[in-house]
Each structure stands twice: as structure tokens, then as C-alpha cells.
């Protein structure tokens, strides 16, 4: 395989093509009919996922920090660039977009009836702006990018949600541009520093990571602007009260990406910007300590509350509250195993909490309702629905075996060796997790019918097979098998703790080091 | 560096880690305070109850204990732990069995009470002992369980001729099934003898090894005699529910009514030779752990080494041990004869026309009341702030009616003020206009 791939240069196109395919996607479909959209949308999008299941033999652990590089001048005299590329954990959470992209298209295929064609033309523009997160080397691209994929999502809640889309929407956009117009200013000011101090103007990740040297007090405030951005982004507590909103306001396959893809560019800005520029504020100091109080404070307050939403769709909304909780402990701990944890918690969040998405809008498309108070039994007519969405939900909770399990058990175990009171208080989130899912559905699928309306409901058709089939797979193989994706994030891990390390003044407590002969059943 | 060389016995660290494993333990294996859902797993099917929730799987926090030995002989102050919250178990669930009607509850009960001993056993040191009555546990009630399950299926078969909706579980709408379904009588007289101690079944030797380890570590720490004190009361009450199981389920006057009486049978062989294999093992399962027969103690030796090395447990001479051997006896065959002295079979009512319960009986009949305490003191009151301070207060209140809104309040406000200065009437700007030069100088006077 890695041979073929070598012999196409996979490598120096496969980025190009993740960004711009979905561009020209777009361009036909608003050329092609409206009913020829859906089509033109899931082929794009599948075509992108075939592409991109190359990265998993393509990208090489050991090799350099970042591959797949493709670097071209864009704005010469500001220093801006077309610079992109990939580490392990950048890999991953394109793949986890361009797996989520063609289920996201499927599953809408009979939900969006109306302005099918910007429908999907915002989609794929969407995947554009997502991957384009990922993969930017160069701050400016990414701010670009990170703006870009705000306009899609503010349409396809505003146009094809439900009743409160427009307070949803428009309460997303401002949340996310107030944070996001801040850190457009950090940006600038870490471009002038590292211009200043190396005379040569670049908004490259590398060159201000060696050159934006800030004095301490504008460290804070540049801090302070990027996690603001980022902290509305994952959402922390008490910057999150959009997203149940933008949830349950926005149609299925917002939702799914939204909870699956979005909320990760928080973490992932956090992991590669806000903590790599000013460790020695974010770890080290009042601030570290602060972050992560609110990491676990939000673990803990999210579950409460989506254990007494009477809407499983807020119910969801509010889970993710406190399984990204986890992603932001993890990264904070700065242990191999935490930080591996939370890339693996954004993966599996990403899978998991997309599927409920799926399984919900499902269920509302037949019966217009998404209470629980309006279901009760209907396991007894929707056997296979029952069946998925119980499986779905353990993988959720975190139960072993299933994918959810292997990211929350390696942030718990990481964090527990530099933060063991965090760790311990973190672990009740299981428990809530397991009493809120449960109970959830307990109430809508156990137990006797209770409303006449829901003797006749439909059980899966094939699409929706087709949709959840493939996320069910990965849900088990993530929980069986996650060796090999864990090695393929590793080094960068690693490389984040060093970065991070390096720069850092301040000693981090690291806990005692465990080797391996005297605890064989660590590894 | 293996635990003994990194933990000091006694020390704070290995009491923890021994506490929060047991804590675990006593969620799975059923212990006070968190024994509440296994009654309530009953509710799955029969064999499901023998197999999970009787025989094998409630065991795993006994078994943990068991692979944990190092931990928990390092620890003395959570080994005692252990015994104590087994004693207690074992005596505060064989009571709730002694009032349950329910013959599925019974055994349920029963099993919450016979797992306390083996937490007694292993919180003791005597972790053979422990493990050995899980397994004589395991053929026993297995045994008690499919048998329960055969005289609720032949009383299913009664009332489906009939079409009766009467408790098909209620041992008041049972009585003399033993002409019935003679097999499942049988086995099953084997297995409540086993539970309640009478030698040479398998549940007397297993008892008695856990209530004499206890005795013996009682030298050491007087604590443990009163552990095995609520162990033999909880013999004495174990032997007496069972004794209660068996009377009102296959002795005395059938309550099933006329009509469905002639529809009770024995069941197929299929569920009869089970029962019948497993009251063989009953018999010959003390066999495993007998001096020169079995070997129980020197095949666990490996894994309870370590711990034996830490924590030197204490020899009892031959004379106290048949001596104590003696009062078990004594005990379990007081529990079956007070059983059929004082309890009539012949008097019991039909559940639809049973009196209801009073006083104590009453008490031990709603389990205590546990379950609506649990209910109170934490469900709700958790419920409650989740939903009313947490989500109504601080997040729709606080952040999104005063934050969020708040702010878009005060922008629009900031709006209107900016717009009040945009009235468009000439008179108005000119006023203003005048006003500001007049301010400016008057500063600039000021400055002068």
C-alpha cells in the first residue's frame, strides 16, 4: 500500500485535493438541478473519504513532525502563505471529518427537502473550512478557514432548523466571532513580536512559535484572546449555553457535524496554539490551575444537566459539555497518556455522539418530537433502532470494549499521575454519564408503549443502515483495536509535552515513573 | 518492586487503595450500602438469576478481594472493614428474607446475606475459605434458583388453563406443590439443608471455615468475635427463611385454587436433570476443601502466599474447632426445628386475601424502607438541583438571561441611546450643538 501510494505522490497532492475538491463540488452543484444535488454531495464527500483513507498508511509515525507538506507563497509582502500540513493528531481528526462528511449527506437525504442545492453546496464548503483547520501551518490561513467554516454553519442552522433557528444561530455566530475576532488581534500581535525580533514577517506556526517572544503581562492577555476563541469553540463552562441551542435548533447533519467536527477545532486549537505559544502561561500559574477547575467543573455540571433535559437532543448536547471536559483535562495533565487520551476522546466524541445525533433525527423524522415523555417501549416496534442506539449509547458512557472507554480510561490514567484530585473527581462524570444515557433510555425505549402514536413506527430502512453500519464498526473496532491508531499519535503527543516542556519555567509536577518490568500489565 | 516492598503495611495509601477496591467489590457482590439492585435484578428470567446473579457474576467483588489478598493484608484496618460489612450484610439481609413472600426474593435476600459471608471469610485472611464457599454457593443456590423456576413455571402452566392473573411468585398462592412436582421438592430440601449447615452438605463445610477463621482472627482482634456472632445469628435466621421457603412453598394445603390445581405438574426433564446434577454437587461439594480429599486451600496457595507471609493468621486447636463445629450444628438444626414449630403452613391465606402486614413484619416486608431512603436522600435531591439550580438557575438564569441576553439587552440599549441623538429635528441638534459649545468654553475658561 505505502509503495502505490509513493508511486501516485500521495503525499504531495492528498491535501490539496481534501481542500479544494469539496470547492469545485459546491461550484456543480449549484450549477447542476436541485434534485441532482444529494447525489453530487455524497459523491464529493465519499470521494474525499476514499481519498483519505490513504493517510492511514501514508503518514508514518516515526518519520518528520509534519507531512504532506505543500507550502506556497499567497500575500508576498505580508508573509502570508498557503501552508499546509499534517502531524498524527491533524490526520486523525481530517479522517474522523471526511468519515462523518458522506454519513452527514446520507443522513439528509430525505430531512432537507427544501433549497436542497445550497444545502449541500454549504455542506461541502463546510468540509473545506473543517479540513482547512486542521491542516493550516500558517496562523492566517487558519483564521481564514477558521471564519470560513463559521458562514456555512450559520446558514444551515439559520435556514433548514427548526422553530428557534434564528435566536440559535444568530447566538452562535457572535459567540464564536467574538472569540474568534480576538484572537485575529493575538495573532497580529504575535506577527509583530516575532517579526520584530527575527526582521522577517511570517504568520508561519513555526516561525512565531521560536520568534513571538511577549513580554509576561501581554502573554496573559494574547493567551487569554486564543483560549476565549477556542474555550467558546470546545464550549467550556460557562461559555457553552450556544450549543445546546445551536443543537437542537440545527438539522440532523448539523448536529452531527457540528458536535462531531466543530467542537473539536476548539480543542485542537487549544492542543496546537494556546498552550504550545504561552505554556508558561496556560500550564504553569493561576491560569493552569483555573483551566483546569473549569475542565472538570464542566465535566461534572454538564452531566448533571443533561441528565434532567426532557429534549434528547439538549440531553446530547449537554453530554458533550462534559465529555470534552475529558479532551481539555487531558491536554492540561501534559502526560503522554492524557494527551493521547484527549485526541482519542475527540475521535471518539466525533463518532459516538455523532451517531446519537443520527439515531435522534431518525427518530424525529417519524414522529416530530424529540421528548422523551413522547416515547416509552418502543423497543418493542423499532427493534434494530432500540438495538443501535443502546450500543451507541454504552460506547458513549464509556463502557469497555467499546470505543468511548479507551480515550476516557488514558485521560483519567494520564491525568491521575500530575492532577490526582481532578482525575478522581473526573471519574464520577462515568457515572453520571452511565445514569443520564440509561435513564434516557430506559424511559424512551424499555418498558410498555405508552402512546398509541408509536405502535406503528417504522424501523430502519436501509439508508439509515448504511448511515450507522459504518459508525457502529468503527465504535468497535476503536474499542478492540485502538493500538494502532494510539501509535500513530503518539510521537506528536510526545512532541506536544517537549514543545511545551521546553518552554515551560516552571517544573510540572510528573508523578512517579512506573518502568515497565515492575507493571506488566500496563502495556 | 512488587506492593509488600512499596507500601508500608498499615499505611494510609494501602488502606485507601484497599477501601476503594472493596467499595467496588461490595457494588458488584451486593454488599450494604449498595445491595439495593440485586433484589431488583431479580426481576430478569430465572436461569438468568441462577447463572448471574446466584452463582457467578455477584461473586466478582468476592473474587476481586480474593486476587486483591496483598492489598487487604496490608491494610487491616479495610480487611476488618470487609468482615464488618459482610457480618452486617449477612445478618440485616437474612432478615428482609425472613418476611418476603416472593419466592424469587427469598433466594435474592438469601444470596445478599450468603455472599456477607464470604465477605466475612476473605475479610478475615481466610481467603480458601472465602472462595470456597462461593463455590458451594454457586451449586446450592443454582440449585434453589432453577428450582424456583420450575415451581413458577408449573404455576404459569396452572394459570394460563385458567386465565389467572394471581402471583405466580407469591408463596401464598403456593402450598403443597411438593405432590406436585416431587423431583424439584427433592433437590431442592438438598440445597436448603446445604444453606442452612446441616453436615455433610456442602454449605455447612464452607459455613463453618468462614465462622471459624472469624473465631480464630477474634484472638487477635476482639472485633472479629462480634463479626462471628453475626454470622451464627445470621446462620440461625438463614436456616429458619429457607425452612419458611420450603413449608409454605411444598408442604401443607395447596392455596393455587380449585380450578388450576390440576394443572399443576412436575417439569420436563430438561429442567429436572439440571436440578438434579446440581443437588449431587450440593452433596459431594464439600469434598473439595476436606484435609486429604480436596484441595481447595493448596491450589489457592499461590495466589494468597503473599498475604499469608504479611498477615500470619492464627491455628485453632482440634478441640475448639469441633467444638464450634458443634454450635453450628446446633444452630442450623434449631433454625429448621423453630421454623416448623412456630410457622403453620396450614393457616397462610391466598395473597388476594391475605391480611396485610403489621409492625415490624411489615417492615422487614418493604425491605426496610431502603429503597425510598436512597430515593430521597440522593436520587432527587440530585434530580432536583441538576434541574432546578444547575440548568433553571445557573444556565437558562444566569448565563443565558442575564449573560448572553443580558448583553444583547445592553447593546440594543446602547443602540437606543445612540439613536436618540438621531432625531432628525434641526431644533434638537441645535440645542445640543449650542450646549456643547458652551461646555467647551467653559473649560476652556476653567483653564484659563
Redesign the interface.
Known amino acids: 500500500m505505502q509503495t502505490l501510494l509513493a508511486g501516485l505522490a500521495y503525499d504531495r497532492w492528498i491535501i490539496a485535493a481534501l481542500l479544494w475538491l469539496p470547492v469545485v463540488g459546491a461550484a456543480a452543484i449549484l450549477l447542476a438541478p436541485a434534485a441532482r444535488a444529494k447525489y453530487i454531495a455524497f459523491g464529493v464527500t465519499l470521494l474525499e473519504f476514499v481519498l483519505s483513507v490513504g493517510l492511514w498508511w501514508a503518514y508514518v509515525p516515526s518519520g518528520p513532525a509534519v507531512q504532506f507538506i505543500a507550502q506556497h507563497a499567497w500575500v508576498r509582502d505580508w508573509g502570508i502563505q498557503y501552508y499546509v500540513g499534517m502531524d498524527g493528531i491533524s490526520v486523525f481528526l481530517v479522517l474522523l471529518t471526511t468519515f462523518l462528511m458522506p454519513l452527514a449527506v446520507l443522513g439528509s437525504w430525505k430531512g432537507i427537502t427544501e433549497r436542497e442545492r445550497g444545502f449541500y453546496a454549504l455542506m461541502l464548503v463546510l468540509a473545506t473550512g473543517m479540513i482547512g483547520v486542521f491542516v493550516s501551518l500558517d496562523l492566517f490561513l487558519f483564521y481564514v478557514f477558521w471564519e470560513v467554516m463559521l458562514v456555512p454553519m450559520y446558514f444551515i442552522i439559520g435556514v433548514w432548523g427548526g422553530k428557534g433557528r434564528l435566536y440559535a444561530s444568530i447566538k452562535f455566530f457572535i459567540y464564536t466571532m467574538v472569540g474568534s475576532l480576538l484572537m485575529l488581534v493575538a495573532i497580529l500581535m504575535l506577527y509583530f513580536a516575532a517579526g520584530r525580533q527575527s526582521g522577517n514577517w511570517s504568520f508561519q506556526y513555526e516561525h512565531l512559535l521560536r520568534y513571538a517572544v511577549l513580554e509576561p503581562r501581554l502573554q496573559f492577555w494574547c493567551f487569554g484572546a486564543f483560549f476565549l476563541a477556542f474555550a467558546i469553540k470546545v464550549p467550556m463552562v460557562p461559555l457553552h449555553t450556544w450549543l445546546p441551542d445551536a443543537h437542537v435548533e440545527a438539522p440532523t447533519a448539523g448536529s452531527v457535524i457540528l458536535a462531531g467536527v466543530l467542537l473539536k477545532m476548539g480543542t485542537y486549537g487549544l492542543l496546537r496554539f494556546a498552550v504550545p505559544f504561552f505554556p508558561a502561561v496556560a500550564i504553569g500559574g493561576t491560569v493552569g490551575k483555573v483551566v483546569i477547575a473549569l475542565a472538570v467543573v464542566g465535566m461534572v455540571y454538564g452531566a448533571l444537566v443533561a441528565m434532567v433535559q426532557p429534549d434528547f437532543k439538549r440531553l446530547i448536547a449537554y453530554s458533550s459539555v462534559s465529555h470534552l471536559g475529558f479532551v481539555v483535562l487531558g491536554i492540561w495533565a501534559l502526560t503522554v497518556q492524557s494527551v493521547q487520551g484527549a485526541v482519542m476522546v475527540m475521535l471518539n466524541h466525533g463518532i459516538s455522539t455523532g451517531a446519537l445525533f443520527f439515531l435522534v433525527g431518525m427518530i424525529y423524522e417519524r414522529r416530530h418530537s424529540r421528548m422523551l415523555a413522547d416515547f416509552g417501549g418502543i423497543a418493542r416496534v423499532v427493534p434494530a433502532y432500540a438495538a443501535i442506539l443502546t450500543v451507541v449509547s454504552l460506547s458513549s458512557i464509556g463502557l469497555p470494549g467499546l470505543n468511548g472507554f479507551v480515550g476516557e480510561f488514558l485521560v483519567l490514567l494520564g491525568t491521575f499521575r500530575t492532577h490526582p484530585v481532578a482525575a478522581t473527581i473526573g471519574t464520577t462524570t462515568v457515572i453520571f454519564a452511565a445514569a443520564y444515557l440509561l435513564w434516557a433510555l430506559l424511559r424512551m425505549l424499555y418498558g410498555k408503549i405508552t402512546k398509541p402514536e408509536n405502535e406503528a413506527l417504522r424501523d430502519l430502512t436501509r439508508r439509515e443502515y448504511a448511515v450507522l453500519v459504518p459508525l457502529l464498526v468503527v465504535i468497535v473496532w476503536l474499542g478492540l483495536f485502538p493500538g494502532p491508531v494510539l501509535r500513530r499519535i503518539e510521537p506528536s503527543s510526545q512532541r506536544f509535552i517537549e514543545l511545551v516542556r521546553l518552554r515551560l519555567p516552571l517544573e510540572v509536577p510528573t508523578g512517579p515513573t512506573v518502568a515497565p518490568q515492575d507493571a506488566p500489565f500496563v502495556r | 518492586?512488587a506492593a509488600p516492598q512499596l507500601l508500608a503495611k498499615g499505611s494510609g495509601t494501602a488502606t485507601a487503595i484497599a477501601l476503594l477496591l472493596f467499595l467496588g467489590c461490595a457494588g458488584k457482590s451486593a454488599q450494604i450500602p449498595l445491595y439495593v439492585w440485586l433484589p431488583d435484578a431479580m426481576a430478569g428470567p430465572t436461569p438468568v438469576s441462577a447463572l448471574i446473579h446466584a452463582a457467578t457474576m455477584v461473586t466478582a467483588g468476592v473474587f476481586l478481594v480474593v486476587r486483591a489478598n496483598v492489598f487487604f493484608a496490608l491494610a487491616p484496618a479495610a480487611a476488618a472493614v470487609v468482615a464488618g460489612v459482610g457480618a452486617l450484610t449477612a445478618l440485616f439481609a437474612a432478615t428482609i428474607g425472613l418476611k418476603q413472600w416472593d419466592i424469587k426474593k427469598v433466594l435474592a435476600y438469601s444470596t445478599v446475606s450468603q455472599l456477607g459471608y464470604m465477605f466475612i471469610g476473605v475479610g478475615a485472611g481466610a481467603y480458601a475459605a472465602g472462595v470456597f464457599h462461593l463455590v458451594t454457593h454457586a451449586f446450592f443456590k443454582a440449585l434453589l434458583f432453577l428450582g424456583a423456576g420450575s415451581v413458577i413455571h408449573a404455576m404459569h402452566a396452572a394459570y394460563h388453563h385458567t386465565h389467572s392473573h394471581a402471583d405466580a411468585q407469591d408463596m401464598r398462592n403456593m402450598g403443597g406443590l411438593g405432590a406436585h412436582l416431587p423431583i424439584t421438592a427433592k433437590a431442592m430440601w438438598v440445597a436448603t439443608l446445604a444453606i442452612a449447615g446441616i453436615p455433610p452438605l456442602a454449605g455447612f463445610f464452607s459455613k463453618d471455615e468462614i465462622l471459624l477463621a472469624a473465631f480464630i482472627r477474634g484472638a487477635q482482634d476482639p472485633f472479629y468475635y462480634a463479626v462471628w456472632a453475626f454470622g451464627l445469628v445470621g446462620a440461625l435466621l438463614t436456616a429458619f427463611y429457607m425452612t419458611r421457603l420450603m413449608l409454605y412453598t411444598f408442604h401443607g394445603p395447596n392455596r393455587t385454587g380449585d380450578l388450576e390445581r390440576p394443572h399443576l405438574h412436575e417439569s420436563p426433564a430438561v429442567m429436572t436433570v439440571p436440578l438434579v446434577a446440581l443437588a449431587v454437587l450440593t452433596v459431594l461439594g464439600g469434598a473439595l476443601n476436606l484435609p486429604h480429599v480436596g484441595s481447595l486451600h493448596r491450589w489457592l496457595e499461590p495466589v494468597t502466599r503473599s498475604a499469608s507471609v504479611i498477615a500470619a493468621t492464627g491455628e485453632a486447636s482440634t478441640g475448639l474447632e469441633v467444638e464450634l463445629m458443634g454450635l453450628a450444628v446446633l444452630i442450623a438444626a434449631g433454625g429448621i426445628f423453630l421454623a416448623t414449630r412456630l410457622l403453620h403452613p396450614e393457616a397462610l391465606l391466598p395473597a388476594d386475601r391475605a391480611p396485610a402486614e403489621t409492625g415490624f413484619a411489615k417492615l422487614l416486608l418493604e425491605k426496610y424502607h431502603v429503597d425510598e431512603i436512597y430515593d430521597r436522600v440522593i436520587v432527587r435531591p440530585?434530580?432536583g438541583?441538576?434541574?432546578v439550580l444547575?440548568?433553571k438557575g445557573?444556565?437558562a438564569g444566569l448565563?443565558?438571561s442575564a449573560?448572553?441576553n443580558g448583553s444583547a439587552a445592553l447593546a440594543r440599549g446602547l443602540g437606543w441611546l445612540g439613536s436618540r441623538f438621531q432625531t432628525g429635528q434641526v431644533g434638537t441638534y441645535v440645542v445640543v450643538f449650542v450646549l456643547g459649545v458652551l461646555a467647551v468654553f467653559g473649560t476652556l475658561m476653567g483653564l484659563l
Open positions: 518492586m440530585l434530580v438541583i441538576s434541574r444547575l440548568w445557573v444556565d448565563i443565558d449573560g448572553v
